[in-house]
């Protein structure tokens, strides 16, 4: 019976040493597959999270996008043409710190690069164009203005007369449109001048607008202040462009001043309007086109192209002048300074060539009293003229005296209306028929008023003291009167 | 001529009327005699008016005359000297009828005599 007790309690024992030892083993391998379970959920959340986070950003992406193609892109095209254009930013602002964020920021940058590079070489283009059609234009305009003007010296019907004027105003005005046109497009002004009277420069300038009636020129300078040849057609032009603004900023019963006035640089051409003015943005539009360094693009004058400032701007980076248009005027409007440099003037002589005759005179001379002046213009003239071939006018010789004179007209009174001819005994050339002048004039008066176009190379000196002048002007005047009343002229007074 | 202006003016001529070509005086024609006043002119004097009478200078001349002298095509001339006249400024008389001129023969002897008295 032992025998078989012990090797039961032996098998027994090793039997739940085997069952202690692999229940051990089977709770262990529990214990480790529900932590490994654990683990596995655990990953399969922060899957789960960073795929969500995956999609979230490729979703801000996808919307960055389609803002940068909507919103942003657009809006960077726009400023290429209008630097004020505000671009928006990208919509979460911590995405521009991201790589792609800074990556779409250099395609916009790029492309404002690009967009700006390939404006300005179509808008050259464009000018190149431009340039070309305007040259051949303002050509045109040129020669029909030749046409206009021979008819105007060859017909005087007044009929005719009068729609030859109005073609001619037409056709400056067309001219004037041209040639900014040109000057903007980065062409040469198109007409190369003589040295010429300032005033005659800007009463040009005035000649070529619709409401040149309404301009007044002042003109404070010394008569002979004149422009160098190139400076001309520029200062023409200017002057037109800036009465043009005042024009068009005045009301039409209102005048537009112009004042010309000696600097000590310079001259300074002033044009006031007394109209409404303009705002402090037009304003400084205004005088960045007319005073900015900048190249001006024929995209950047709107639509229709407003050339007459850019034109400016362009002649006065040209041509060393400057404008400002920066005040307001005393009169309400807008006030516009031209002002010439001393190296761009020069001097004519007013009696050789005397400004033309619509040109204002200076107030200069008004403002001299007259005797000496004439003494004054008389001294200088013998040394010019002295040796002249002209000899057409009558009391040209120094000689004669006022009883010549009164005599002079008592024979006109007998001869009427005869036209009288009286040569220069001390001048007249071999070959030079005497010719006919005015049958009794003050000499060397004409001369005292330069912009009267006296033809002063004709004029021989007369030498005479004011007192002479005096006497021969009296003679001439009791001379003339007593021809009026003894003798009815041939026909009838027309008055 | 030094004193021509040589090339295109800068002023053309309808400033100097203010586009006008018609003129009052209807009848003035190229040959009619302008007689200016003597003294200066009257302050205020429009520009184009001034120098047509400081070119007549108290004298006579034709209106073709006086146009050549301004530089100005006579229609322009004409409407100056009508608005001249009618300030009373200029006076105006009818060209010298042919008839009464002088034989172009004797002008042309006493030319002559002129330039022999020269010589």
């Given at each position: 019976?032992?025998?078989?007790?012990?090797?039961?309690?032996?098998?027994?024992?090793?039997?739940?040493?085997?069952?202690?030892?692999?229940?051990?083993?089977?709770?262990?391998?529990?214990?480790?597959?529900?932590?490994?379970?654990?683990?596995?959920?655990?990953?399969?959340?922060?899957?789960?999270?960073?795929?969500?986070?995956?999609?979230?950003?490729?979703?801000?992406?996808?919307?960055?996008?389609?803002?940068?193609?909507?919103?942003?892109?657009p809006a960077v095209a726009t400023r290429a043409a209008h630097p004020h254009a505000q671009v928006p930013g990208p919509l979460s602002s911590d995405f521009a710190r991201t790589r792609p964020g800074a990556g779409l920021e250099g395609v916009l940058d790029?492309?404002?690069?690009?967009?700006?590079?390939?404006?300005?070489?179509?808008?050259?283009?464009?000018?190149?164009?431009?340039?070309?059609?305007?040259?051949?234009?303002?050509?045109?305009?040129?020669?029909?203005?030749?046409?206009?003007?021979?008819?105007?010296?060859?017909?005087?019907?007044?009929?005719?007369?009068?729609?030859?004027?109005?073609?001619?105003?037409?056709?400056?005005?067309?001219?004037?449109?041209?040639?900014?046109?040109?000057?903007?497009?980065?062409?040469?002004?198109?007409?190369?001048?003589?040295?010429?009277?300032?005033?005659?420069?800007?009463?040009?300038?005035?000649?070529?607008?619709?409401?040149?009636?309404?301009?007044?020129?002042?003109?404070?300078?010394?008569?002979?202040?004149?422009?160098?040849?190139?400076?001309?057609?520029?200062?023409?032009?200017?002057?037109?462009?800036?009465?043009?603004?005042?024009?068009?900023?005045?009301?039409?019963?209102?005048?537009?001043?112009?004042?010309?006035?000696?600097?000590?640089?310079?001259?300074?051409?002033?044009?006031?309007?007394?109209?409404?003015?303009?705002?402090?943005?037009?304003?400084?539009?205004?005088?960045?086109?007319?005073?900015?360094?900048?190249?001006?693009?024929?995209?950047?004058?709107?639509?229709?192209?407003?050339?007459?400032?850019?034109?400016?701007?362009?002649?006065?980076?040209?041509?060393?002048?400057?404008?400002?248009?920066?005040?307001?005027?005393?009169?309400?409007?807008?006030?516009?300074?031209?002002?010439?440099?001393?190296?761009?003037?020069?001097?004519?002589?007013?009696?050789?060539?005397?400004?033309?005759?619509?040109?204002?005179?200076?107030?200069?001379?008004?403002?001299?009293?007259?005797?000496?002046?004439?003494?004054?213009?008389?001294?200088?003239?013998?040394?010019?003229?002295?040796?002249?071939?002209?000899?057409?006018?009558?009391?040209?010789?120094?000689?004669?005296?006022?009883?010549?004179?009164?005599?002079?007209?008592?024979?006109?009174?007998?001869?009427?209306?005869?036209?009288?001819?009286?040569?220069?005994?001390?001048?007249?050339?071999?070959?030079?028929?005497?010719?006919?002048?005015?049958?009794?004039?003050?000499?060397?008066a004409e001369a005292a008023v330069p912009a009267a176009r006296p033809v002063p190379e004709q004029a021989p000196p007369p030498a005479r003291t004011p007192e002479d002048s005096a006497a021969a002007l009296g003679a001439l005047q009791t001379g003339t009167?007593?021809?009026?009343?003894?003798?009815?002229?041939?026909?009838?007074?027309?008055? | 001529?030094?004193?021509?202006?040589?090339?295109?003016?800068?002023?053309?001529?309808?400033?100097?009327?203010?586009?006008?070509?018609?003129?009052?005086?209807?009848?003035?024609?190229?040959?009619?005699l302008l007689t200016g006043g003597a003294g200066p002119a009257p302050d205020g004097l429009p520009a184009a008016r001034h120098a047509l009478y400081d070119v007549l200078d108290g004298g006579t001349l034709t209106l073709v005359e006086a146009a050549a002298?301004?530089?100005?095509?006579?229609?322009?001339?004409?409407?100056?000297?009508?608005?001249?006249?009618?300030?009373?400024?200029?006076?105006?008389?009818?060209?010298?009828?042919?008839?009464?001129?002088?034989?172009?023969?004797?002008?042309?002897?006493?030319?002559?005599?002129?330039?022999?008295?020269?010589?």
């Amino acid at each position: 019976m032992i025998e078989i007790t012990v090797p039961a309690a032996a098998g027994l024992s090793a039997g739940t040493l085997l069952a202690l030892v692999l229940g051990g083993f089977l709770l262990r391998s529990r214990r480790d597959r529900s932590g490994l379970r654990e683990e596995i959920a655990c990953l399969r959340e922060r899957l789960d999270d960073t795929r969500a986070k995956a999609a979230r950003a490729s979703d801000d992406l996808i919307a960055e996008i389609a803002h940068l193609t909507e919103k942003r892109i657009p809006a960077v095209a726009t400023r290429a043409a209008h630097p004020h254009a505000q671009v928006p930013g990208p919509l979460s602002s911590d995405f521009a710190r991201t790589r792609p964020g800074a990556g779409l920021e250099g395609v916009l940058d790029g492309l404002l690069g690009v967009m700006t590079k390939e404006r300005k070489r179509v808008d050259a283009a464009a000018r190149a164009g431009m340039r070309g059609t305007t040259r051949e234009i303002q050509a045109g305009l040129y020669r029909l203005q030749d046409v206009l003007r021979g008819l105007q010296q060859q017909y005087d019907e007044p009929e005719l007369a009068q729609t030859l004027f109005e073609l001619d105003h037409e056709n400056e005005q067309s001219l004037r449109r041209a040639q900014v046109a040109a000057v903007v497009c980065g062409a040469w002004v198109g007409l190369a001048r003589e040295e010429s009277h300032l005033v005659d420069a800007v009463t040009g300038g005035q000649s070529r607008l619709v409401g040149y009636h309404r301009v007044r020129v002042n003109n404070h300078l010394e008569s002979g202040t004149a422009l160098v040849s190139h400076a001309v057609e520029p200062v023409a032009i200017i002057v037109a462009e800036l009465l043009d603004n005042a024009l068009r900023h005045s009301s039409r019963d209102s005048d537009v001043t112009v004042n010309l006035e000696r600097a000590h640089h310079g001259v300074a051409v002033t044009i006031d309007d007394a109209g409404v003015g303009m705002s402090a943005d037009e304003r400084a539009y205004a005088q960045r086109m007319v005073a900015s360094s900048e190249p001006i693009l024929l995209s950047d004058l709107g639509d229709p192209p407003r050339m007459g400032l850019a034109a400016i701007g362009q002649l006065t980076r040209q041509f060393d002048l400057s404008v400002d248009l920066s005040t307001p005027s005393p009169y309400g409007g807008v006030r516009a300074v031209l002002l010439v440099d001393n190296h761009l003037l020069s001097h004519v002589d007013p009696v050789v060539r005397p400004p033309a005759a619509a040109a204002p005179r200076s107030t200069r001379e008004a403002d001299t009293p007259e005797p000496p002046v004439r003494q004054e213009t008389r001294g200088k003239l013998p040394v010019r003229t002295g040796g002249s071939a002209r000899t057409r006018k009558v009391t040209g010789s120094p000689a004669f005296t006022a009883a010549e004179i009164l005599t002079r007209t008592n024979f006109s009174r007998v001869e009427d209306s005869y036209p009288e001819t009286v040569p220069d005994p001390g001048t007249a050339p071999d070959d030079d028929l005497p010719q006919r002048r005015r049958r009794h004039a003050r000499p060397g008066a004409e001369a005292a008023v330069p912009a009267a176009r006296p033809v002063p190379e004709q004029a021989p000196p007369p030498a005479r003291t004011p007192e002479d002048s005096a006497a021969a002007l009296g003679a001439l005047q009791t001379g003339t009167a007593a021809a009026r009343s003894s003798a009815e002229p041939e026909g009838n007074d027309p008055r | 001529m030094t004193g021509r202006r040589s090339g295109r003016p800068l002023v053309p001529a309808y400033l100097s009327t203010g586009g006008v070509a018609r003129p009052r005086h209807t009848e003035l024609e190229r040959l009619s005699l302008l007689t200016g006043g003597a003294g200066p002119a009257p302050d205020g004097l429009p520009a184009a008016r001034h120098a047509l009478y400081d070119v007549l200078d108290g004298g006579t001349l034709t209106l073709v005359e006086a146009a050549a002298l301004l530089e100005l095509p006579v229609s322009a001339v004409r409407v100056l000297a009508a608005e001249l006249a009618e300030q009373g400024l200029v006076s105006l008389r009818p060209p010298v009828p042919p008839a009464a001129l002088p034989a172009s023969d004797l002008l042309k002897r006493v030319a002559d005599g002129l330039r022999a008295l020269k010589q």
